[in-house]
């Protein structure tokens, strides 16, 4: 199965890429539903394809707004940029969308997006005939609904699912809160994640209003939990799944590390389970509790005590230079200490986990200093690991 991860900029598209993704989904300056992430200019894209495809690796761009007439405009032109560019393909959510690309760039590949809410096999196979190549299901289909679905579209046509990251409170994604309370359209892209907020409510007869009071279920009443499917990607792969989709173009470079390492471990031993250690490994990254949302019919998907992400572990320093096996460039991130003792995280196996107690500090005016606290300061540390550029140190 592909590994496909989120790539809100530049340095987590090449975080992913470091870590093992096979495939990064990103988006330019429009047509995206991630509006506030950094996004890519056009001379990024055309970078990240060529390194995307020295690396045999694959670049999506996201085109999966709600679109109107008026989003159309331009269009054309940024279609032949995006082939000009050989992007490996485009994903889209309305069905106006698929049929224009189609039209004006027969040649680009198209996957159609969780937004447009394919819950059946004949949803499937009618994208499928309007010249789908990949179909992403929506996420309120049960393990089983799916294999229906994958028995039921040509082989030809390939299968995505969310398996890590955020999940909505709308279906698929299609959700007017934000629209409503601050006029920020949600399937424009600027969706301000109003369901995360704690609500209060009136009676009609009444003029005051009530806290919704904590109970056995909690008063976020519409704040879903994380989905984390990292135990079940065996199920996954044998009931026809082509893609692993991990959510969070928003979210940090630390976190596309952190899950899209796990998550490529994981694939590597299959048919193994994920070992204690790397189940563990995703309580390091920012998240909300955990579910396995509709796969397998978890009942208990809210969140239940409050809207705060949690993580376990800190972005400490980015390794800029390879490692000699003596010494180790770092860009601090976050302060740290001579005698701090910092964890390694890496797509090297072999140093994955270690542990980094910090004897020196020589700060890039060749001083010795007792903390690296300047903002993005590179400093060298004593390190006996040969570590890599992209390479993480947290505590």
Not at 202 to 214: T, Y
Not at 222 to 247: A, C, P, R, T, Y
Not at 249 to 262: G, I
Request: glycine content about 6%.
């Amino acid at each position: 199965m592909e590994l496909l991860a989120p790539a809100g900029n530049f340095e987590k598209f090449m975080t992913a890429l470091h870590f093992g993704a096979d495939a990064v989904y990103l988006a330019g300056g429009k047509y995206g539903l991630r509006a506030f992430a950094g996004n890519f200019t056009e001379n990024e894209i055309l970078d990240a394809v060529k390194i995307a495809h020295k690396a045999k690796k694959k670049v999506y761009i996201t085109l999966n707004i709600i679109a109107k007439d008026k989003d159309f405009e331009g269009l054309e032109e940024y279609l032949d940029f995006l082939v000009s560019a050989k992007v490996d393909a485009v994903i889209v959510a309305d069905i106006g969308m698929l049929s224009f690309v189609k039209k004006h760039a027969p040649k680009l590949n198209v996957h159609v997006s969780t937004q447009a809410n394919i819950i059946n096999s004949y949803s499937a196979n009618l994208m499928a005939e309007l010249g789908a190549k990949r179909l992403i299901l929506a996420r309120e289909l049960s393990l089983k609904e799916i294999a229906q679905i994958r028995n039921n579209v040509p082989k030809k046509v390939e299968i995505e699912v969310f398996v890590h990251g955020a999940m909505c409170m709308a279906y698929s994604g299609r959700c007017l809160l934000s629209n409503y309370l601050t006029g920020r359209d949600s399937n424009h892209g600027e969706c301000v994640q109003a369901c995360r907020w704690k609500y209060m409510v009136r009676e009609v007869s009444r003029d005051d209003e009530l806290e919704v009071q904590e109970d056995e279920r909690g008063s976020y009443i519409f704040n879903s939990k994380d989905l984390n499917m990292l135990e079940h990607l065996q199920e996954l792969k044998d009931i026809g799944v082509n893609s692993v989709k991990i959510e969070g173009r928003m979210k940090s470079a630390y976190y596309v590390a952190t899950v899209v390492n796990a998550y490529r471990q994981a694939i590597d031993i299959l048919p193994k389970k994920p070992s204690k250690m790397l189940r563990e490994e995703l309580n390091k990254a920012s998240h909300r509790r955990y579910t396995t949302g509709f796969y397998y019919g978890d009942e208990d998907k809210q969140y239940v005590e409050d809207s705060m992400p949690v993580q376990e572990s800190e972005f400490m320093a980015l390794v800029t230079k390879d490692g000699d096996g003596k010494m180790v460039e770092l860009e601090m991130r976050n302060k740290f200490s001579v005698g701090d003792v910092l964890e390694i995280l890496s797509p090297d196996t072999k140093y994955f986990g270690k542990k980094l107690t910090i004897k020196k500090i020589t700060n890039s005016r060749g001083e010795d200093v007792d903390s690296a606290k300047v903002v993005q300061e590179r400093v060298i540390v004593p390190c006996k690991y040969l570590l890599k550029t992209g390479d993480i140190l947290r505590k």
